[in-house]
């Protein structure tokens, strides 16, 4: 096995941990405005009914079961079982028969070409190691039908390249400051972990835009939601 693919591995096992465990408290964690980035997401995807949608990322189905209350088939993609069983349930409470859940980590992910309309994720493509984001942008781009679109949300932010980035940094610190010693011991573990790359491994809106523009994709939008959080956009040419 390629040291690249064993960095893979590790991280998904990781991830599987991480999520298992914050299946019940994820609906309630709440640092970021994750409602409106929801919403903002739910917006320019823009869902038609019928369309086919895929989640990556899908969690307990804070973005799936809005687009399929639009009447979209929407497959939600987590690594943790939990999640998808979570948001497999909530479909059948609402009644929702066009939402399903796979259990796979989206690093492995494979879809036939061209089946798909629309493919969203709301934070979650920061835990995936940048070469397989940018490998998951190629592998999107081939899965989409031609003239359909991408859809990401998350957090965006370099690593202080910016000025964006170094306000983004700052709130963020202030913020966790400000809890007391619970937050500084939070701070410590996420320069830690940013430093590092361990877990949460954020890229710039440019850097998503660029690897949109690199895997052919067109009609590339970027804007900030709130503080930390971004929304960009693409489409297959048609
Ligand atoms: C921050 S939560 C976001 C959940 C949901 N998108 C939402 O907006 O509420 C991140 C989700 O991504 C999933 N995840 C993390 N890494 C993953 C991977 N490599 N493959 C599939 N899912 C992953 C986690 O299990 C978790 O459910």
Known sequence: MRLADLATRRAVQRQRRVWSDRVASWNTHGSVNLAGVTAALVAVADVQPGDVVVDLGAGNGQVTIPLAMRGAHVLGIDVSQGMADTLKAEAVRRGLDTV??????????????????????????????????????????????????????????????????????????????????GGWWRIAKNVVRYLA???????????????????????????????????????RPQ
């Open 100 to 181: 399903e859940a796979m259990t796979v980590p989206i690093e492995e992910l494979d879809l036939p070409a061209g089946s798909i309309d629309l493919v969203v994720s709301s934070y979650a493509l920061h835990h995936l190691r940048d070469p397989d984001k940018a490998k998951l942008v190629q592998a999107a781009a081939g899965w989409l039908k031609p003239g359909g679109r991408i859809v990401i949300a998350d957090m965006m932010f370099g690593r202080g390249g910016t000025q964006r980035d170094r306000e983004i940094i700052k709130s963020k610190l202030l913020t966790l400051a400000r809890k007391g010693p």
């Open 197 to 235: 790359r361990v877990q949460e491994r954020p890229i710039s809106m440019e850097a998503w835009t660029e690897l949109m523009r690199a895997a052919g994709l067109t009609a590339i939008t970027a804007s900030t939601v709130v503080a930390e959080a971004g929304l960009v956009s693409a489409q």
